[in-house]
Nanobody
Framework: VQLQASGGGLVQAGGSLRLSCAAS????????TGWFRQVPGKEREFVGT????????YYADSVKGRFTISRDNAKNTVYLQMNNLKEEDTAVYYC?????????????????WGQGTLVTVSS
């Protein structure tokens, strides 16, 4: 599966942004998908994940209550809605997919990665 993330940009602290990740190739609904982020010089950080059906989600503590992941399997797209953004949310955001056959409430180990999209939160 190929993944293409978009929607990054510059936003003020307290603002909102929605990222999209469009998938092509194999059946998108077969993949648990997730979002990660990375600040230059630091390790990639898990943000959250959503089950194949979209009925279950799991988030890192750092974004819980502010970020929401959803998906539209008919459109082969997963979304990351980010609200109440903070300066520390500034990073390159990546979408990813894993061919899991079961739901796991925790970080995934993706088999596929999209290219990143930069989110910059200013004070």
């Amino acid at each position: 599966v190929q993944l293409q993330a978009s929607g990054g940009g510059l936003v003020q602290a307290g603002g909102s942004l929605r990222l999209s990740c469009a998938a092509s190739g194999r059946t998108f609904s077969s993949y648990t998908t997730g979002w990660f982020r990375q600040v230059p010089g630091k390790e990639r950080e898990f943000v959250g994940t959503i089950s194949r059906s979209g009925t279950s989600t799991y988030y890192a503590d750092s974004v819980k209550g502010r970020f929401t992941i959803s998906r539209d399997n008919a459109k082969n797209t997963v979304y990351l809605q980010m609200n109440n953004l903070k300066e520390e949310d500034t990073a390159v955001y990546y979408c990813a997919a894993a061919p899991l056959t079961y739901w796991y409430s925790g970080p995934i180990s993706p088999a596929y990665w999209g290219q990143g999209t930069l989110v910059t939160v200013s004070s």
